[in-house]
Each structure stands twice: as C-alpha cells, then as structure tokens.
C-alpha cells in the first residue's frame, strides 16, 4: 500500500494508540499520523494508577508511556483535549466534540473503557458526590489520592483486580479499608475459588474488613459526600470515601452509530481490522476471535493492546503480522505479584503447585488434559513456562503438577496440532 500521500487518524491516545502510531511508522506507514486523545496529557500507564502511583511511588512523569521527543521522531501529531463524536464513513471524516471535522484515509479506533457506573438507592443516576470515585484516568487517581489519608475510612465496591488493589494500596497509606463483594468470593469471575480464597486470606491478615456475599443497598449523601453506605444485610458504614471498581464498559457508541460495533465491543480480526477496510480497532474496546479458545473475547489488559496495535501497525505498514498471542495479565497487592497467562473459564480441574502459606504458588487450570491457564504468585518462572507452552496449546500431566520434584517443563507438552477449546 502506498502510504506517503495517506492520512492515519488514531481515536484515543491510551495504551493501544500510542503504541498504534509508533508502530505503523516503524512497519512503514508514510503518510501523516494523527493520534487524538480526550484526556489533556501524553499517554500514560494506567496499571500504576491502582498500585504504586496511588501509593505514591511514582510521579505523574514515570507514568508516561514515552517522551514527547518519541511522538516527534516518529512523526505522530498529538492532538490531545480533542473528543471525537461520530464517524462518517461514507466521507471517512470524523466530527470532533467542538464541531471541527478531520478527515482520514485510515482509521484507528483505540477509544478504551470507561468505569461501570454505581447504581443504588440514594443515588440519582449520573450523581457523583465529591468523595465518590471511580479509577480508570489519572485525573481520577489524583481525586482519591487527595482523599487517602491515615485512618480515613474507605469503602471500596467490587472484589475484581482494581479493588483489590486499592485496597492494598490504601492500606499501605495507613487508611481503614472495608471492601464489599456481591460474590461468595473475590476475583470470582478471573480466577479460581483457591486463588480466591488465598487473596481474601492476605487482605484480611492486612486489615481489610473484607465482607464478601455483600450486597450495597443504599448509600446517605449529604452535602454533596456519602456519609454512609448501608448494605442489604442491614449493616450501616459510615465512610470518609467510597471507590467502585465495577468494572468497564466498552467506548463503542461512535463505533456503534457508525455499524461497527455491538455493545460488547468493535470486532476485529487478527490484523486488528474492523469490517470496513479503512478502519482498524484496538485495546479494550474491541472483540477479538480467538483461534485458541474458540470464541470471541474483549481482554482487557495492556499486552492484548499493545498486541491488537501491533498487528495494526504492522498491516498499516504493508508488513502484516497477525495477533495471535495467549492473553496475560498482571496484579500487584502487597508483595505479591500474580502474573495470569490463559483462560481459565471452562476448566475442570484446578491444580496447586506449591504451597500458598509460602505466598509463591501456582493454580493450573486444566479441562481434561489440556492445560487452559495459570495463575502464578511470586512465580515468574512457572508463568513463562506455561504462557509459552499455551501459545502453542498444550497438554499437561496434570496428576503429576502438584509434585515439584518433577521441573514443569516436563509436564507440559506442547501440541499445536490441540483443536481449540
Ligand atoms: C486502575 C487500573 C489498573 C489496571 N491494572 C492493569 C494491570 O495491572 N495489568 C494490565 O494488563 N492491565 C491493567 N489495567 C487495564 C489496562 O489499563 C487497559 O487494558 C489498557 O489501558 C487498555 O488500553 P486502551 O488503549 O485500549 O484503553 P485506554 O488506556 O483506556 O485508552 C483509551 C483512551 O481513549 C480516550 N478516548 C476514549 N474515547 C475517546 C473519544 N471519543 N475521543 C478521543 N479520545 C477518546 C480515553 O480518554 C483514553 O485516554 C488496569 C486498568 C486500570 C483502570
């Protein structure tokens, strides 16, 4: 594809489009690149947000995910404040939120999640009191920031990986944490009931007044604050702040209006391609198949974005690699680091390898002899063995995973001729 003359345009300047633009210019592309983005700032990490930039081990510039000089030798045009509010295909122009129009011979769509909203009694819908927050953006990492303080009292909603974290995060900074979870168990939906009950273990043993199996029923809001939540059981909670970490929903409603996308997502393929030639999408607001577990899946983690923009940097470019990689991801709670590598929904049996007084354990998921994923405690080793070996499905020994006198190497056989799942 001749490119010199051409206009890339890339919506959202998160993980996924900054890692698009860089990519498409070092594959090839020529022509112009525009990377537009909401937010105010150059493109940062948002991992950090959660875990050491909350704990205040970071500062807003070792969030960045590259110098302003790297845009600038890679020729990319940061359009940053700038909304994009429709697509119009027919004319390949976008319509930005203050009326102007850009036009594009390439789209790519990179426009990420926003945070699930809370909804319950006592809140009228798109209500936020001041000391309510929610974590995707820096700007909302900064309002919790300005409210932790020693011994505040901090309600956290939802037991996934964002809860948790702040919840180590907020204890580590000497507040009083109570953390609800509507499930029996946290991480209920990612990881299996012993990963579970091991991270409910630790945040106890932490100080966390973690009830799970909880309900919010309402919560009191005065003077513009919540003062209190109370939960179904009829416990009532006086707080200082209240995080929800309920997790996201998909920015897909230009992509949506435009015929690109369902609600769940944008679907693309292996090079990151939407149904329409010119536009491309990638990160968290895609739906992407996956050869390897045989179904469509929007992973929301910075590898699969930075995954989904290589391969369209690399078609862009007139190089095309597809994305075929294992989905992985990681979690940092204490001195705890969970790397996760695989899925493990559909599995049959859960296997612990190690001990988890030791806090360094793996859980392997298998579904008859195929290993699915693997959650790995403080076990960079056992990951990278089985993320390697799932990219290439792999079968396991599974009676013999338990025992750590046999290397896992030699448990895990690698066949790519395993149909999908
Ligand atoms: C607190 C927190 C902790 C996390 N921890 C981890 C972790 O430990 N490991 C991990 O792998 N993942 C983690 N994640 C998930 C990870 O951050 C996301 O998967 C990743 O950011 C996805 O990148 P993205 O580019 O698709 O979306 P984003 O990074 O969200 O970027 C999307 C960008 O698009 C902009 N945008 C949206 N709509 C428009 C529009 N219409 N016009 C212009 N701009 C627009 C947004 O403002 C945003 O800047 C975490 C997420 C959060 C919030």
């Not at 020729?75 to 909304?83: C, I, K, S």
Request: aromatic share 4%; hydrophobic share 45%.
């Amino acid at each position: 594809m001749e490119t010199s003359h051409k206009h890339l345009v890339i919506v959202g300047a998160g993980h996924a489009g900054s890692e698009l633009a860089v990519s498409a210019r070092q594959n090839g592309w020529a022509g112009r690149i525009t990377l537009l983005g909401e937010e105010s700032v150059l493109p940062y990490q948002r991992p950090p947000l959660s875990k050491a930039w909350l704990a205040g081990q970071v500062d807003a510039d070792g969030l960045l995910l590259r110098p302003r000089s790297a845009y600038d030798a890679a020729r990319v045009e940061l359009m940053t404040g700038a909304r994009m509010q429709a697509i119009d295909r027919a004319s390949r122009r976008l319509v930005l939120a203050d009326g102007s129009a850009l036009a594009y011979d390439k789209l790519a769509l990179c426009t990420g999640g926003r945070p699930r909203p809370l909804s319950c009694a006592g809140l009228a819908p798109g209500q936020r009191p001041r000391n309510l927050h929610y974590l995707r953006s820096m700007a909302d990492a900064e309002g919790i920031r300005a409210q932790l303080r020693p011994g505040a009292r901090v309600l956290i909603i939802g037991g996934g990986y964002v809860g948790l974290e702040v919840a180590a995060s907020a204890r580590g900074l000497g507040a009083e944490v109570t953390l609800l979870e509507l499930q029996p168990r946290v991480l209920a939906r990612v990881a299996g009931p012993d990963v579970s009950a091991f991270y409910e273990r630790v945040h106890r043993a932490a100080g966390v007044d973690l009830r799970t199996g909880t309900e919010l029923a309402s919560v009191e809001v005065e003077d513009d604050r919540v003062r209190a939540v109370v939960c179904r059981d009829g416990a009532r909670l006086p707080v200082d702040l209240v995080v929800a970490g309920l997790g996201m929903l998909a920015n897909v409603e230009a992509a949506r209006a435009a015929g690109l996308a369902q609600e769940g997502g944008i679907a693309v393929d292996e090079f990151s391609r939407t149904r329409d030639p010119d536009v491309l999408a990638a990160g968290d607001c895609t739906l992407q198949f996956s050869s390897l577990y045989g179904r469509e899946l929007r992973i929301e983690s910075v590898p699969n974005a930075l995954e989904q923009a290589r391969a369209a940097g690399s078609w862009l470019g007139g190089k095309p690699r597809p994305n075929r990689a294992v989905p992985w991801f990681w979690s940092d709670q204490y001195a705890l680091k969970l790397q996760m590598a695989g899925l493990s929904q559909g599995h049959d049996r859960c296997v612990l390898r190690g001990d988890p007084a030791t806090q360094s354990f793996s859980a392997f998921y298998v579904a008859g002899e195929r290993l699915l994923a693997v959650d790995a405690i403080n076990r960079p080793a056992d990951f990278m063995l089985a993320k390697r070996a799932l990219a290439q499905a792999c079968t396991v020994d599974a009676a013999r995973l338990a025992d750590e006198s046999v290397p896992l190497k030699d448990l895990l056989q690698t066949a790519s001729a395993v149909p999908a799942i």
